[in-house]
């Protein structure tokens, strides 16, 4: 290669085309993060929040050992393959989130910590995903990800929490949550910037030119890798080009007749009717998201609080909050190993994404945490909590942590935000009501 064309290749991050630009992944010969060709610059840290509500079965949410040694109960036995790149953390809580009544006061302040006010006039705090993204999201073309799997509802709970709080984890600031786009289509379309007719163009069309003038000038390993990169965007493109149609036809049904498309139920309202499909997309869109640099921050709500998600698939009857109200059954468990199945699945997918002397995923920290520990009882005294990734080598993993019978102030959820956010670059001494990082995290 000449030094001429080494110079072009440097300064090149994107896939550019017709109204769109793709960042790359991780090439050996092109310093996508910047520097120079062969440089050890530092690899972006991302962090993304998955969410499940109304509880876990306790009997089967366990874990001992560590490293490749681990044993994991059978609830969280679709992380098997991961058990060297996971931590299963237990006993941890969000005070605010107690001694508030049962759902939404335990729910709006997941990410935040913050003292959640009842009534008409929302007030709570600023999430840690959009923290993350207010200090870093500069750096990426998209300053977070926020995704859900469920429409949020309106109106109030018994206790007099807005059900905003349980529809909602991500918060802007004290009095607003993040929009939640629920549709793969218009989250994927966000993502490549596909705006009016360009959403009938195929994102990989339109950057195909400069992607084989590109193929010509770096080594062999790297073209392999921009080849499965393609062809990762395009499987997700093809099953995004089918749900964008059925969500356009529900939205002109819903403009005939009236109605609202948000209280619509599932597939009239343009969703997926099955949930598998729906979740695993998000989750796609998250890995793509990371894997490109689109951005680095991002939440995903599979199941909001007090959720009528079915699960048909599973054997179970009930939909989701009224089965958590039988959370020690066995139709319970299949439900939570099945949403331990959706970090599994993504935590795979950034594992099987080389970057640098490792994958995406030695580079992020995928959490999932849900807003209590018994659905039966509303319990949120400790939370279910289980990350993957390294975050860049600042994160050991491998690990089981057992924060049940510390003091209140070794086991506060914002100490392990503030933990991680300082991981992350930030100078910051405090966030919620954690004023110290978590204890031998």
């Known amino acids: 290669m000449s030094d001429k064309s080494t110079s072009a290749i440097t300064r090149r991050t994107m896939l550019h085309g017709a109204g769109v630009a793709m ?35 306790a009997k089967h949410w366990w874990a001992k050992g560590s490293g490749t040694e681990m044993e994991l109960g059978q609830s969280l036995t679709p992380l098997e393959p991961l058990k060297s790149k996971v931590n299963v953390i237990s006993g941890l809580f969000n005070k605010n989130a107690t001694g508030v009544g049962i759902h939404p006061g335990q729910t709006g302040n997941i990410l935040s910590g913050a003292s959640l006010q009842k009534g008409a006039e929302l007030r709570g705090g600023i999430s840690v995903d959009q923290l993350l993204a207010n200090h870093l999201g500069q750096q990426t073309s998209q300053a977070s990800l926020v995704l859900g799997c469920e429409q949020p509802i309106t109106g109030y709970h018994e206790t007099n929490f807005s059900m ?48 084989n003038s590109l193929k ?52 009239d309202n343009g969703l997926p009717e099955d949930i598998r499909e729906h979740m695993r997309l998000m989750c796609d869109i998250v890995a793509l998201a990371f894997q490109t640099d689109k951005t680095r921050f991002a939440t995903l709500l599979l199941c909001r609080d007090i959720s009528g998600l079915f699960y048909p698939f599973l054997d179970v009857r009930n939909a989701h909050h009224s089965a958590s109200h039988d959370d020690g059954s066995p139709e319970f468990e299949r439900i939570s190993r099945y949403y331990c199945s959706q970090l599994a699945y993504l935590a795979s997918r950034l594992e099987a994404m080389p970057e640098g002397e490792g994958t995406v995923l030695d580079n992020s920290c995928i959490m999932f945490i849900n807003n209590m520990w018994s659905g039966s009882k509303h319990d949120s005294n400790k939370v279910p909590l289980l990350t993957a990734g390294g ?4 994160l050991a993993t491998g690990r089981v942590l057992d924060y049940n019978g ?14 991680l956010v300082q991981r992350m670059g930030l100078d910051t001494q405090q966030f919620g009501d954690a004023d110290q990082p978590l204890v031998d995290l």
């Open 216 to 267: 010509r000038q770096v080594s062999a390993g790297d073209q392999a890798k921009l080849d499965e990169y393609m062809t990762s965007v395009r499987e997700v493109e093809k099953k995004i080009e089918r749900m964008r149609d059925d969500q356009g036809k529900a939205t002109e049904k819903a403009q005939s007749r009236g109605g609202n498309l948000a209280t619509m139920k599932r597939p």
């Open 164 to 211: 905003a709080y349980s529809s909602h984890i991500s918060w802007q600031n004290a009095t607003s949550p993040v929009p939640m786009e629920v549709y793969p289509s218009l989250a994927f379309d966000s993502l490549f910037d596909n705006r009016g007719s360009r959403r009938n163009q195929s994102v990989l069309d339109r950057v195909q030119e400069h992607a």
């Open 406 to 419: 510390r003091s209140d102030d070794q086991r506060k959820l914002c100490s392990f935000y503030l933990s």
């Open 391 to 394: 975050l860049g080598g600042t």
């Open 23 to 57: 960042s790359l992944p991780w090439l050996q010969s092109l310093p996508v993060w910047g520097g120079e060709v062969g440089s050890s610059s530092p690899m972006p840290k991302r962090f993304a929040a998955l969410f499940m509500a109304c509880g876990v079965n």
